[in-house]
């Protein structure tokens, strides 16, 4: 278990630093010059050749590619993301930290949306597998993979918040009343690969021996199927459900367009629109990074639940 | 599915329920937003964040800076009024401004603001006269001083007719709590944002909303509304929803509401609608150094194929007449003789075959082996920019020129703008209070897009000297020659294509009133609202 | 497998159906009524009417004409990254799959480091790289997605690679490219055919989505999720904008969605859902 832990752990840092150095390379290879950048954020009306030098020099941009790489990684692991390139009197963390709550808060409230809802009706689509109600949902899941997120979101603000008034449309000015419909379309998206997977985990663990054997002990159907089928979905589920969460917080950036939510998607969008290059790098980066952890936590959490994972490794 | 339909409202009713406890402090709000009587708070819309509201600096929203600063004069219909200037005298030669200043008048902070602190000011603003270049004035100021605590004195080395004008504009002439600046200076930043006007910056969440609470404290008549809140929402669709819905009070300004939702609410009991009269004129700079736009005949050739009557009854419901010239002849010495670019698509076509241009097997244009294919930048901040770029990007494809569109959020827009990074551009005439004057000014240097687009002009520096000399002028017969040199040439040359006059626009519940414009465009009038 | 297919009622109607869009598409020009790139702006948001069965948009073009030219960029755009992605992941797969070792390997690990990151935010950050341009869209989703292809190709290489007739192509003489070509292809063809047609509904998703976005398709190219993002400026006035081609886009995912089942059962009829 130990040496697993610590193998995995080996294993991520290069992985970490594959993406930090794409991160890197790409904010190297766009056709902008930071020192210019730095120079327009200063206000300086005239920039003249000699002076865009001059800053690159005291900037270090004239400095050999990996020297730059290394300064560059040291800032970012001290948090340093530099400035906005639209906003210069914003830093990028500045704008991160102020729009990470919002986008957690949305795919928060859609994780617990898609948990609550998958968790039963995947169960009861497995337990009544082919009943007019397994039918139904399948059907449902089938429709909902055919659904863009963003009319989805469309359709619901549209009914929901303009012909019935029953929600505010967007923005998060009324707090969580905001996130409903933007955590619902999120969830919508999600709930269908969630729905399948417990199901289909579920039926093979039907047919699993130990299913048979607790049969032929004659054991109450209800509780094989809530003490060890359901048990035993729930632990494979739990570490699917758990390497999807930063799923989800990347996923919001759609929905977040949408219904006008200032977290990270919108922020991710808007600077692609205004080339706001250093804020982009950090987002990718931040996702990266998330991906990464979550893998990592999520393996090591799967190792320590499963008991036949655990005998491998001894 | 009933099932389901039954789980997923049971699911958004629980959320609700439990966000209608979280947020009890906005759904007080809401009531008050329900019942106009004697409502005392107003929320207030904009589409961005107020962003860095340093007065001598040009990075934040105006009608901010406006209810928190005040000038040494405002400039009124018909003429100027005092501010933080009680009265002011001019000497004979027109070169010694002399102010009384206002007694008795403090910042919010405590500090006196009397000739000293307004001296102070000043001094920071010079300190960076470089980014004021636009301002004729800078180049003819000698010296600011204040012999005593009420006088304050302006020295000039010229007389320059527009002095009271340029003096009367927000920024950077808006004075600041001494205290606020850092080191006495401005130019990189001030530690808080203190002013003597008629409302207090008193909380703020970047990109979500501001809140502004009136000064008890203001020399001036005290406004009815004590408290205005300013959400951010970016999008235009949103903005009317979150008003239908009672959320917000009050829309107001040039591109913050479409033609299609002031003609929605045109005969709506709920709302009103208030429009100003034209305050700029919407155009499109053409980039004289680019290739194709650098020959005359094709600049002349876009500015017929532009069918201005159909953007001004199709996009604005005949909202926003048409612009036949750069200048409305109701602009201060813009009365001119100038023939107009009328709509005559086969003209278009006979000038661009005259210079060469002919449609190639897929019908775009083409000359010595290039495609007449440019593009045109707009701002995506802008409710109509797009929808008119869209339009003209149809119809100019009949004459076959391929026209790409490419939409920035304003920062980057007006960055781009600047630095002359396009082919056509969208744009405003600075409006009232800086037409033509600082606008025409403003073509002289770096300030916007007009210098970069003009460089290709052969008459560039001829028409330069002229805008130099009209400010400078004494003589008024001489200064409307000039103007009028000036316009006809810029006319002539073709660089800008007129579309409409555009107006400041409101829509707002029934329940507020007293919403008008002033002389400046930029101003939001909140002092003079109030709730029936 | 061809015959049960060719049997299969609901192959055959969403196949139909699928081939009929295609076909209205290519010869747009005959079913549209209108000039879809044709502005009547005094006409905008007209109603449903004879002349424009679905109306007009907010430049007063045709919407139904649009719809039928947006089957163009829609399913063609889509088509081509499905070909793009599967080529790649094709070859790569089969490569890796076949020739193991250190080849092997390195695709492999490269495979690891594309697949442990979202894909659609490695889109995101390609088009903000490159430039706002579908070409850069399309690109972008073949760069992220063959390595989904390339793992799944090679796991089925590595199955068929011991077969028999393989074994014996080796042992004859035949050349490498001859035996991935004539062999193993065709051994993996079925597989990717049901991979192609699920694929194609993700393609439509995924570039309409970033139309709507403003960052796929450009105006005035009528793509049906840039029609959307049209239609969205008109929420509250005229909400109907936004209806037909949703609508399209569900269908039409759907169909593929329907068809890529139906191939998989046909595969592999032991699989479900």
């Not at chain 2, 007449?321 to 010495?333: D, G, M, R, S």
């Not at chain 3, 989904?148 to 068929?160: E, F, G, N």
Request: a negative charge.
């Amino acid at each position: 278990m130990k040496k697993y832990i610590i193998n995995r752990l080996l294993t991520a840092i290069p992985l970490l630093l594959a993406i930090s150095f794409l991160c890197f390379v790409f904010i190297n290879i766009i056709p902008s010059d930071p020192a210019e950048v730095a120079l327009r954020v200063n206000q300086v009306a005239v920039i003249s050749d000699e002076l865009l030098e001059k800053t690159r020099e005291e900037m270090g941009l004239n400095d050999p590619f990996f020297i730059r790489y290394f300064n560059w990684l040291a800032d970012c692991i001290q948090l340093d993301f530099g400035i906005s390139y639209v906003n210069p009197q914003r830093t990028v963390l500045g704008e991160m930290t102020r729009s990470l709550p919002n986008t957690l808060m949305l795919a928060g409230i859609s994780f617990v949306l898609v948990i609550f809802l998958s968790l039963p009706i995947g169960f009861f689509c497995a337990v009544y597998k082919d009943s007019w109600f397994d039918k139904i949902m399948r059907g449902f899941i089938f429709m909902t993979t055919a659904m863009p997120a963003y009319w989805v979101g469309l359709l619901l603000m549209w009914i929901v918040s303009i012909k019935l008034d029953l929600l505010p449309t967007s923005g998060i000015g009324e707090g969580l009343k905001s996130l409903v419909l933007p955590s619902v379309t999120v969830a919508l998206t999600y709930i269908s690969t969630f729905i399948r997977l417990i199901r289909n985990n579920m039926l093979d663990n039907m047919k699993q021996d130990y299913v048979l054997y607790a049969n032929v002990r004659g054991l109450k159907q209800k509780d094989i199927l809530t003490k060890h089928i359901l048990r035993n979905s729930l632990h494979t589920c739990v570490v699917a459900v758990g390497m999807s969460i930063p799923q989800l917080i990347s996923g919001t950036i759609v929905v977040e367009n949408v219904f006008a939510i200032p977290g990270l998607g919108t922020l991710c969008i808007e600077s692609i629109f205004n080339r706001d290059y250093p804020i982009i790098q950090t987002y990718v980066l931040f996702i990266g990074v998330l991906f990464v952890t979550f893998n990592l936590l999520f393996d090591i959490v799967q190792c320590a639940i499963d008991p036949k994972l655990r005998k491998e490794e001894a | 599915m009933k099932k389901l339909l039954k789980a997923v409202l049971t699911a958004t009713l629980v959320t609700a329920m439990l966000a209608g406890c979280a947020s009890k402090k906005t759904s007080e709000t809401d009531a008050s937003v329900a019942t106009g009587e004697g409502r005392e708070e107003l929320v207030f819309v904009n589409y961005r964040d107020i962003r860095d509201l340093n007065p001598h600096l040009y990075a934040g929203e105006m009608y901010a800076q406006n209810m928190i600063y005040d000038g040494l004069i405002d400039m009124v219909e018909g003429g100027f009024e005092g501010a933080l200037a009680e009265s002011w005298e001019i000497s004979e030669d027109g070169k010694t401004y002399t102010f009384k200043i206002r007694e008795g008048v403090t910042f919010s902070d405590g500090e006196v603001c009397d000739a000293h602190a307004i001296k102070a000011n000043f001094d920071a603003i010079l300190e960076n006269s470089e980014r004021h270049v636009w301002l004729t004035m800078m180049s003819v100021l000698e010296s600011v001083d204040a012999p005593d605590e009420n006088t304050f004195v302006i020295q000039l080395s010229a007389p320059y007719y527009p002095m009271l004008t340029e003096l009367s504009m927000i920024r950077p002439f808006a004075m600041i709590s001494p205290k606020a600046m850092k080191d006495g200076s401005t130019m990189d930043g001030v530690t808080e944002y203190i002013g003597t006007g008629p409302y207090i910056l008193t909380d703020f969440v970047t990109d979500e909303y501001a809140v502004f609470e009136r000064n008890e404290n203001y020399w001036g008549d005290k406004p009815e509304i004590k408290k205005i809140t300013v959400k951010v929402i970016p999008d235009n669709q949103t903005r009317i929803l979150a008003l239908e819905k009672g959320e917000i009070d009050l829309i107001f300004g040039k591109n913050m509401i479409d033609a299609d939702a002031l003609q929605n609410y045109q005969d709506n009991e709920k709302f009103s609608i208030a429009l100003s009269d034209p305050t700029s004129t919407r155009q499109i700079v053409m980039n004289t150094t680019h290739e194709i736009l650098s020959d005359k005949n094709v600049r002349y050739a876009l500015s017929y194929a532009t069918n201005k009557q159909a953007i001004s009854d199709g996009i604005f419901y005949g909202l926003e007449a048409v612009a036949e010239t750069l200048y409305a002849k109701t602009v201060p010495y813009c009365d001119i003789d100038l023939e107009p670019f009328t709509y005559n698509a086969e003209k278009a076509e006979s000038l661009l075959a005259e210079s060469g241009w002919t449609k190639g097997a897929d019908g775009i244009l083409e000359k010595d082996g290039k495609k007449f294919e440019i593009e045109l930048l707009y701002n995506s901040d802008s409710v109509t920019e797009k929808n008119i770029s869209e339009y003209l990007q149809s119809e100019y494809l009949k004459l076959g020129v391929k026209l790409n569109i490419h939409g920035e959020e304003e920062q980057s827009y007006r960055d781009n703008m600047k630095a002359g990074n396009f082919d056509m551009v969208f744009n405003i005439s600075w409006g009232t209070p800086y037409d033509p004057q600082s606008s025409l000014s403003g073509m002289t240097g770096p300030v916007y897009g007009d210098y970069a687009a003009q460089q290709g002009l052969e008459d560039k520096a001829e028409i330069d000297e002229a805008i130099d000399k009209i400010m400078l002028s004494v003589d008024e017969e001489e200064r409307q020659e000039l103007y009028e040199f000036v316009l006809t040439r810029l006319h002539e040359d073709a660089v800008y294509i007129p579309l409409t006059y555009e107006c400041n626009k409101a829509i707002y519940t029934s329940s507020l009133d007293g919403v008008g414009f002033t002389q400046s465009q930029y101003e939001i009038p909140f002092t003079d609202m109030f709730f029936k | 497998m061809l015959k049960r297919l060719l049997r299969h009622r609901g192959f055959m109607l969403t196949s139909g159906f699928i081939i009929l869009i295609a076909f209205v598409g290519i010869f747009a020009p005959f079913f549209a009524p209108h000039d879809p790139y044709e502005t009547n702006i005094l006409n905008k948001f007209a109603r449903f009417s004879l002349e424009y069965p679905l109306g007009t948009d907010n430049l007063g073009r045709c919407i139904l004409s649009r719809m039928i030219y947006g089957i163009r960029p829609t399913l063609g755009l889509a088509i081509l990254t499905m070909l793009g992605t599967i080529g790649l992941g094709a070859v790569m797969g089969l490569i890796s799959g076949y020739f193991g070792g250190l080849i092997d390997e390195i695709i492999m690990r490269v495979v690891d480091v594309m697949l442990s990151f979202p894909s659609q935010i490695m889109v995101f950050a390609v088009v903000a790289l490159l430039g706002i341009d579908v070409r850069n869209v399309i690109l972008a989703n073949i760069l992220i997605k063959w390595a989904w292809y390339a793992r799944m190709i090679r796991t089925s290489v590595l199955q068929h690679k011991d077969k028999n007739f393989i074994r014996f192509s080796r042992v004859v003489g035949n050349n490498e490219f001859f035996i991935l070509s004539k062999h193993m292809l065709p051994s993996i063809a079925s597989e990717m055919a049901v991979l192609a047609s699920l694929d194609i509904g993700w393609a439509i998703i995924n570039i309409s989505t970033l139309s709507f976005l403003g960052l796929g398709v450009q105006a005035p190219i009528p793509e049906w999720g840039a029609m959307l993002n049209e239609a969205k400026n008109a929420l509250t006035t005229n909400p109907v904008q936004m209806l037909a081609p949703g609508i399209a886009i569900v269908v039409l995912v759907t169909a593929f969605n329907f068809l890529g089942d139906v191939l998989r059962d046909a595969l592999d009829p032991k699989e479900e859902m």
